[in-house]
Nanobody, 124 residues
Framework: QVQLVESGGGSVQSGGSLRLSCLAS????????MAWFRQAPGKEREGVTA???????TYANSVKGRFTISQDNAKNTLYLQMNSLKPEDTAMYYC??????????????????WGQGTQVTVSS
């Protein structure tokens, strides 16, 4: 089992920045990928970015060039640096981890551990 706890959400104006953190505990040695997903009211959960255990990242087109995923293995912490935020980035952001091998890294169905989420609100 892996437990995930997100932090760092908040309210920011358009063009601003936030950094989210996700502290992992438990059987973290078993994780192959970690990711950030988001879900806005009335919309499906969507993959934002993911990182493989060797550090290779992938990003959704909507956040490329603005968001950066990183991990500090010594601290068992995953980060999401979000710059140039837009109102359409407003959502609940979830950290996720998986022990499974993935073909597509940004599908929610590939992840078996989830955090409770942290709210990000971007005003225009």
């Amino acid at each position: 089992q892996v437990q995930l706890v997100e932090s760092g959400g908040g309210s920011v104006q358009s063009g601003g920045s936030l950094r989210l953190s996700c502290l992992a505990s438990g059987s973290t040695y078993s994780t192959r990928y970690m990711a950030w997903f988001r879900q806005a009211p009335g919309k499906e959960r969507e993959g934002v970015t993911a990182i493989r255990g060797d550090g290779a990242p992938t990003y959704a087109n909507s956040v490329k060039g603005r968001f950066t995923i990183s991990q500090d293995n010594a601290k068992n912490t995953l980060y999401l640096q979000m710059n140039s935020l837009k109102p359409e980035d407003t959502a609940m952001y979830y950290c996720a981890a998986t022990s499974m091998r993935l073909g597509y890294w940004l599908s929610p169905s590939g992840y078996n551990y989830w955090g409770q989420g942290t709210q990000v609100t971007v005003s225009s």
